[in-house]
Every structure is written in structure tokens, then in C-alpha cells.
């Protein structure tokens, strides 16, 4: 008798997450699409997200960053300047900065695309994947954004309205202040497995300060 072929079935991407900066780097394995720092934002800068919020005022920066040297960040003392006044700013900014210097160091990148963006509602409210290497996301004040582990929804959904009927429970969160790495369709060997993920939804009369970063070159 001839034993029929074993196939050797591809394994469902895993996510890690931890309490310490290093854990950024798991998104680097093949078999990771997400990576979350789980830290505690300082008082500092949840007092100034919470301050910018409340004032209701329009924020919408998007900039290019080239990167000669990815240890250290250009200064983006510029960034959402007409808040510079409120207390925390410089804080603020500081912590930006070193995201960006840790996304560049991480990947090697040479190009980031950086957009810093107040929502009063979802900007993607339909579970999708990104069309992209790697992208950064932190949610400095709001909800943050929602993501779904491998199988609880059939991709070919992915777009239609079947595929928002997701439990409750089956959703998983990416919470305020943590920093997430999300592997998109565009990483090479990651085809087919971008992260799923979503805006949440936003309350009436609530509002989103959130970071992304995407390598460009």
C-alpha cells in the first residue's frame, strides 16, 4: 500500500505582545503579523492628549520623513505646532520622536511616512488588511483599534457587511498607549496574512488622537 502525501499545512500567524520595547522586534519572525508593546503612557502625555482633545480643534499632519541615520529621528518640533503652548507638548513630541527612531532602527527604513490625526470617527470602520510593509499604530488618547486572530473570520469576507457581525468577544483590542506593529499584505512572505484589523467606533462626542507610521522606503 502507498501512504498517500502529507502536506505540510501553513501555519496561521501568531501575535505576541509583552511589557518591555524588545517585544516590537517579534514582528520581524515569519510567523508573527502583530507585535504589541503593552506600556503605560506618562501622566504627561495623557494630560496633553487629553487637553488637545478637549479644546475640539482640527488636527490633521501628515509629513515624509528621510532618515540618515536610523538611531536618531529628525526633529519634529513642527509637528502639530499650534499646540505647542499646552503644557506636556514637548513630552509629547519627544515620545514621537522615538518611535521614529525605533521604527527606522527596527526595519532599516529610510523613508516614514508619518500622519498625526485627531477622529471623531472611524476612518476604516470595516475589518481589512493594509496594503503596506509595516505599520506602526498607537492611539495617544480614544479607543483603540480592533484586530482579530487568524480564523475567527473567513478573508474572502473581508469588505462586506457579513464580516462586522464578529461577536464581541472575539474582538481583541490594541489599548490606549500601547504601540502595535501590524504586518501588512506588502511584507515580503506575508501575502495573504496581513493583520485584520479596524477603526473602532467612536462615541458621540468622543474623540481619537492617533499616531501611524509607515516605511516608505
Same mark, same amino acid.
Given at each position: 500500500?502507498?501512504?498517500?502525501?502529507?502536506?505540510?499545512? =501553513?501555519?496561521?500567524?501568531?501575535? =505576541?505582545?509583552?511589557? #518591555?520595547? !524588545?517585544?516590537?522586534?517579534?514582528?520581524?519572525?515569519?510567523?508573527?503579523?502583530? #507585535?504589541?508593546?503593552?506600556?503605560?503612557?506618562?501622566?504627561?502625555? =495623557?494630560?496633553?492628549?487629553?487637553?488637545?482633545? #478637549?479644546?475640539?480643534?482640527?488636527?490633521?499632519?501628515?509629513?515624509?520623513?528621510?532618515?540618515?541615520?536610523?538611531?536618531?529621528?529628525?526633529?519634529?518640533?513642527?509637528?502639530?505646532?499650534?499646540?505647542?503652548?499646552?503644557?506636556?507638548?514637548?513630552?509629547?513630541?519627544?515620545?514621537?520622536?522615538?518611535?521614529?527612531?525605533?521604527?527606522?532602527? %527596527?526595519?532599516?527604513?529610510?523613508?516614514?511616512?508619518?500622519?498625526?490625526?485627531? %477622529?471623531?470617527?472611524?476612518?476604516?470602520? @470595516?475589518?481589512?488588511?493594509?496594503?503596506?510593509?509595516? @505599520?506602526?499604530?498607537?492611539?495617544?488618547?480614544?479607543?483603540? #483599534?480592533?484586530? +482579530?486572530?487568524?480564523?475567527?473570520?473567513?478573508?474572502? +469576507?473581508?469588505?462586506? +457587511?457579513?464580516?462586522?457581525?464578529?461577536?464581541?468577544?472575539?474582538?481583541?483590542?490594541?489599548?490606549? *498607549? !500601547?504601540?502595535?506593529?501590524?504586518? *501588512?499584505?506588502?511584507?515580503? *512572505?506575508?501575502?495573504?496574512? *496581513?493583520?485584520?484589523?479596524?477603526?473602532?467606533? =467612536?462615541?458621540?462626542?468622543? @474623540?481619537?488622537?492617533? +499616531?501611524?507610521?509607515?516605511?516608505?522606503?
Amino acid at each position: 500500500m502507498i501512504n498517500a502525501p502529507v502536506l505540510n499545512a =501553513v501555519p496561521r500567524p501568531q501575535q =505576541v505582545s509583552g511589557h #518591555s520595547p !524588545e517585544i516590537l522586534a517579534g514582528v520581524l519572525d515569519n510567523s508573527t503579523n502583530l #507585535s504589541i508593546w503593552q506600556r503605560q503612557l506618562p501622566v504627561h502625555i =495623557v494630560n496633553f492628549a487629553t487637553l488637545l482633545l #478637549s479644546l475640539e480643534e482640527p488636527l490633521s499632519d501628515a509629513i515624509s520623513l528621510n532618515i540618515s541615520d536610523e538611531r536618531s529621528c529628525p526633529s519634529l518640533i513642527h509637528l502639530a505646532s499650534r499646540f505647542k503652548d499646552l503644557e506636556g507638548f514637548e513630552g509629547f513630541i519627544a515620545d514621537i520622536e522615538w518611535l521614529v527612531s525605533a521604527y527606522a532602527c %527596527l526595519l532599516g527604513a529610510k523613508r516614514i511616512g508619518l500622519r498625526l490625526r485627531a %477622529l471623531d470617527k472611524a476612518m476604516c470602520p @470595516r475589518f481589512h488588511v493594509d496594503h503596506v510593509p509595516v @505599520r506602526l499604530i498607537t492611539t495617544y488618547a480614544g479607543p483603540g #483599534s480592533q484586530w +482579530l486572530k487568524e480564523g475567527v473570520l473567513e478573508r474572502r +469576507l473581508l469588505g462586506q +457587511l457579513p464580516a462586522e457581525s464578529i461577536e464581541i468577544a472575539q474582538i481583541e483590542v490594541i489599548k490606549t *498607549g !500601547e504601540v502595535a506593529l501590524l504586518k *501588512g499584505e506588502k511584507w515580503q *512572505g506575508n501575502e495573504g496574512f *496581513g493583520l485584520i484589523h479596524r477603526s473602532p467606533t =467612536v462615541a458621540v462626542g468622543e @474623540r481619537r488622537l492617533i +499616531l501611524t507610521l509607515d516605511w516608505l522606503a
